[in-house]
């Protein structure tokens, strides 16, 4: 009798209170601020470039599911668009890199362009030196459509 309590223990509750124990972490955009950068010659642009340092929490970050909200926009070049989510309402040029990230979108999430959304993915921290932000979100779904502000 003990061993099949004990074996039922494992196959049903062990797995259960394992992944109660997976969390998403919920981010703000200050948790991505780039506080230091480094110049550095970039061989693929030919020039020098400031190379952001990530912090030891970004990097613990580094592709991890995370829920962050923004506000979203797709810009549309040619034939591909892509899908933004930013610190601001309005896109500014220049903008910092550590304000925006592209999101590779679940084509079924219905956020609504110019919108304040909560989005859950992947959160990628982007080292290219051509990068067009600092960060990516792979894997992204609409948590929320619309955000409530605060009064």
Known sequence: MKNIILLFSFIFIIPQFISAQKSINEITWDD????KYEKKFSETLQTE?????????????DSTEVIIAGNYHVLNNFDS?????????????PMKLDEIMIIELDESSKIYFGKKAQVKGTLI????????????LINAESVNSKIKKKD
């Open 32 to 35: 991505l601020t780039i506080e």
């Open 49 to 61: 470039i400031n190379k952001p340092i990530f912090s030891k929490k970004q990097k613990a970050l």
């Open 81 to 93: 668009k892509t899908h933004l989510l930013s610190r601001d309402e309005i896109i500014k040029t």
């Open 125 to 136: 921290l982007n080292r290219e030196d051509d990068a067009e932000s600092h960060y990516k």
